[in-house]
């Protein structure tokens, strides 16, 4: 009985796990990766071509009825469909039809964008969205520092004191107890 259940409880747990990338169909349809500072440079020799680029959002705007401008800091994306690392060399802005909620897409937060080249758009390159995934909420830097970091000037040997478990404005200055 227990050997039945397993296969299902394996399956279950890796769909669970599985990346937010962009679907099978969008993938072929891209095909290989384009350098994005070719992209870039060059958008009109890439004009209507399907892409798949990531990186973290900048800003979540209103346009047209119901749609979207979003401007993302562009990062490499990984084997595993994920935009990991410092960003790679600039800006892109998409544009979707659907509405892009600013709550969810807020800034310092990564998505994966399927999206045809449209040219330029306040310089930038410009995406036609026909798939946006949202992959990973932003990492706040006041959960791994509740001090601010101008409090000690950016000592690095300071730090150890006023980061946590250290540092408990509850129960007195940095010392152990």
């Known amino acids: 009985m227990k ?22 169909a ?7 990766p384009v350098d994005f500072a070719a992209l870039s ?22 346009w047209g009825k119901d749609g979207s401008l979003m401007t993302v800091n562009q990062q ?21 039809n659907e509405w892009l909620s600013p709550s969810t897409y807020q800034p310092k937060s990564t998505v ?3 999206g045809e080249v449209k040219g330029r758009r306040d310089g930038l390159l410009l995406l036609k969205a026909r798939e946006v995934k949202f992959n990973a909420a ?14 000690y000037d950016y000592d690095p040997n300071m730090e150890y004191w006023f980061t946590p478990p250290y540092f408990d404005p509850w129960r007195g200055s940095g010392s152990r107890r």
């Not at 994920?82 to 790679?88: C, E, I, M, N, V």
Request: proline share 12%; charged share 15%; aromatic share 10%.
């Open 76 to 96: 490499e994306i990984n084997r595993l469909g994920d935009p990991r690392g410092a960003p790679s060399g600039g800006t892109f802005v998409v544009e979707s």
């Open 112 to 114: 994966i964008v399927a």
């Open 138 to 151: 932003p990492v706040w830097e006041k959960w791994y520092y509740p001090v601010p970091r101008e409090w």
């Open 26 to 32: 969008l993938q072929q349809q891209a095909g290989p």
């Open 3 to 24: 050997q039945k259940w397993l296969p299902v409880f394996v399956l279950a747990l890796l769909a669970g796990c599985a990346p937010a990338a962009i679907s099978p």
């Open 41 to 62: 440079g060059h958008p009109e020799e890439y004009q209507d071509r399907l892409v798949i680029l990531g990186g973290e959002v900048m800003s979540v705007q209103p």
